[in-house]
């Protein structure tokens, strides 16, 4: 026991250096002893992935205590900066989130990035548990040439262009040109088709930011094609009814081979915009305009598949073709990074090496969304995944797995944080922008209209 209590004497005398004596406290045992019973549990990443891990904690332990550290000011994640601002129905996920973040005993510590201002050893240290759901915040890179060019953009950066994630919010895509080339056959494709094709006053009632909407206010695109390796079968789209591949096939082959009726077609013929699907196409080069000052034009390798099953797998014919456009949205997938040297990580597949949610070799530690399993499936399949992990740590707990003592929690880490020149943005900090972003938008039919500067965030905050 003596190495045990010298660890959290120390800890309690570090922390008294630096907390101002604001009124008396408790006992260092009388303080812990009213823990002994009450997880410290640290959830890092405030997307869906975070949130649905601290709702089950702390739905299914009726004393654990759950910090959702976040590096950005506001919470949400890929809900907020991910989901088209046209589905404002998927949003609603953010009411859950809420109820979770208001909890008594959950706290919600934004503007705080894991790895730089605190590592995940000190949380370790101060927690019974960490749970990783960071997520993937990078892309996937086409590894072609000619995709540094100007007017090659990944989804990411477009879509968080859109969404108001303030690190893209100096993308400024050029939309002048009349086709759009985009690479990859995802939702998050068909996504930036329709906000690339939807006429502006169709968005004015979303939250897609200002300047997003000032720029496709001046586009001149008029036809989007998606673009995939692989043929209709193998498409990665989804839609929202029972057996959707099968349909999805039937509504492919109907869209292909059924001629359209009279008013139809001249609906078509009639229509200022279009979007195709092109399948069996690889993109091999980008292609520069004659002054090589940006793309115009991307250069496919054309496919046929090899294989069955999942074993499946496009192969180039050896023919290939040219095709005109002024921009390109790579959108082949997302990648997570590694969050901190301590934690073992998995190049190869981007992902943290786990057993449902347990990191290997690395007990009291747990990941859970897309770090956990790769960036794939929707919001349910993260809530079910994090459902998951929060099940294996308290089972953990149960078995007597994780750390007996107390553990001091956000007190250690807010001290620490303090004397690094961190300052965090509570909850109730983003329910005062949250009212702010609604009062801005009022008279003008959109929901919100969303800060994106987080100088202007802080100053509002009084930060």
Request: a positive charge.
């Amino acid at each position: 026991m003596a190495p045990r209590c010298w660890r959290w004497w120390h800890w309690s005398a570090w922390l008294r250096t630096r907390s101002p004596p604001a009124r008396s406290t408790p006992s260092f045992c009388q303080h812990f002893s009213t823990q002994e019973k009450t997880p410290q549990i640290c959830v890092v990443g405030s997307g869906p992935a975070g949130f649905y891990t601290a709702q089950h904690l702390l739905k299914h332990h009726t004393q654990a205590r759950v910090d959702i550290y976040e590096k950005q000011l506001v919470p949400f994640g890929l809900v907020r900066f991910g989901v088209a601002p046209d589905h404002p129905e998927v949003k609603n996920v953010i009411n859950t989130f809420t109820q979770t973040a208001r909890s008594d005993r959950c706290a919600f510590w934004g503007n705080v990035e894991v790895g730089r201002d605190v590592t995940v050893p000190e949380l370790r240290e101060a927690y019974h548990a960490v749970v990783l759901s960071y997520g993937a915040e990078d892309h996937q890179a086409l590894d072609i040439p000619g995709e540094e060019l100007p007017g090659v953009f990944s989804a990411r950066a477009f879509v968080g262009w859109y969404n108001g994630l303030p690190e893209n919010q100096g993308l400024s895509p050029d939309l002048s040109c009349d086709t759009a080339v985009i690479l990859g056959q995802g939702n998050v494709a068909l996504d930036m088709a329709r906000i690339l094709l939807t006429p502006p006053e169709h968005l004015e009632r979303t939250d897609i930011t200002k300047a997003a909407l000032g720029v496709l206010r001046q586009s001149q695109v008029k036809t989007v094609w998606i673009v995939g390796r692989r043929g209709p079968l193998q498409v990665a789209f989804t839609i929202k009814i029972p057996r959707p591949r099968k349909r999805l096939t039937e509504l492919l082959l109907q869209t292909a081979t059924e001629k359209p009726r009279v008013e139809e077609a001249a609906r078509l013929a009639s229509a200022s915009r279009a979007w195709g699907l092109r399948f069996f196409r690889s993109p091999q080069q980008v292609l520069p305009s004659p002054d090589g000052r940006r793309v115009a034009g991307i250069r496919l390798a054309v496919t046929r598949l090899e294989g069955v099953g999942e074993a499946t797998r496009a192969v180039p014919t050896g023919d290939v073709e040219d095709l005109p456009c002024g921009l390109v949205l790579s959108s082949i997938g997302y990648k997570s990074h590694p969050i901190d040297p301590s934690v073992p990580f998995d190049f190869k597949l981007g992902v943290i090496p786990n057993m449902e949610g347990r990191v290997v070799d690395v007990p009291g530690l747990y990941c859970s969304g897309w770090v956990k399993r790769g960036p794939t499936g929707v919001i349910g399949t993260t809530m079910n995944d994090s459902f998951l992990t929060g099940q294996m740590l308290l089972q953990d707990l149960k078995a007597g797995l994780l750390p007996s003592g107390p553990r001091p929690g956000s007190v250690a880490i807010q001290a620490l944080l303090s004397s690094r020149g961190v300052r965090p943005v509570s909850f109730s900090d983003w329910e005062k922008l949250d009212a702010e972003e609604v009062a801005r938008a009022q008279g003008s039919g959109k929901p919100r209209e969303k800060l994106v500067d987080p100088q202007e965030m802080l100053r509002l905050l009084g930060h």
